[in-house]
T-cell receptor
Framework: DAGVIQSPRHEVTEMGQEVTLRCKPI?????LFWYRQTMMRGLELLIY????????DSGMPEDRFSAKMPNASFSTLKIQPSEPRDSAVYFC???????????????FGAGSRLTVL | AQSVTQLDSHVSVSEGTPVLLRCNYS??????LFWYVQHPNKGLQLLLK??????LVKGINGFEAEFKKSETSFHLTKPSAHMSDAAEYFC?????????????FGAGTRLFVKA
């Protein structure tokens, strides 16, 4: 398996523009997570899905952020409109969970580095 | 609520000397605990995990961690540091209240290894 694939790896955009980050989880994994990493706030969980359904989006910072998972092999994180404070590295991770027991081992993608000017 | 505290933001060791990265957790339940490593400009990789089996957990690259419930600690150790160990290390707790889905990261400890 190629692992969790994120695109783009780097994005530079201007304030006010729409940004879409994409993620392809590992085949067979049924849970998907979006994280944001900044120097000031570290790694923050934004939202996670289980079986394509959003379970907890309490970490999404504002209504400008939205995430979708239309099928088991694809998810997007959209920021509209973007602002300079959204500059960060955004990570997607996936895992396979059966029930609620056992460890939730995450496999991370390489990240998408977003710079909003 | 679950949380983890990494006690050192930076640790510097010489190559060949032991490594100790400290982590304390807070959990109302029996937690699942992890250590992840992030090399510069890379994603995060699982080093090891604890899930209420053996309290001493062995991971990749010679790292291990010991779960101590009485001290609410899960410190990461390695007997002899290598230059390639230079990276950022994250202690992580999985929130059982969410079925283990919600995974909370510590602030990270950056490990420097001197030649």
């Amino acid at each position: 398996d190629a692992g969790v694939i994120q695109s783009p790896r780097h994005e530079v955009t201007e304030m006010g523009q729409e940004v879409t980050l994409r993620c392809k989880p590992i085949s067979g994994h049924n849970s998907l997570f979006w994280y944001r990493q900044t120097m000031m706030r570290g790694l923050e969980l934004l939202i996670y899905f289980n079986n394509n359904v959003p379970i907890d989006d309490s970490g999404m910072p504002e209504d400008r952020f939205s995430a979708k998972m239309p099928n088991a092999s694809f998810s997007t994180l959209k920021i509209q409109p973007s602002e300079p404070r959204d500059s960060a590295v955004y990570f997607c991770a996936s895992s396979f969970r059966t029930g609620t027991s056992g460890a939730n081992v995450l496999t991370f993608g390489a990240g998408s580095r977003l710079t909003v000017l | 609520a679950q949380s983890v505290t990494q006690l050192d933001s930076h640790v510097s060791v010489s190559e060949g000397t032991p490594v100790l990265l400290r982590c304390n957790y807070s959990s109302s339940y029996s937690p699942s605990l992890f250590w992840y490593v992030q090399h510069p400009n890379k994603g995060l990789q699982l080093l090891l995990k604890y899930t209420s089996a053996a309290t001493l957990v062995k991971g990749i690259n010679g790292f291990e961690a010991e779960f101590k419930k009485s001290e609410t600690s899960f410190h990461l150790t390695k007997p002899s540091a290598h230059m390639s160990d230079a990276a950022e290390y994250f202690c992580v707790v999985s929130d059982p209240g969410t079925g283990g889905f919600k995974t909370i990261f510590g602030a990270g400890t950056r490990l420097f290894v001197k030649a």
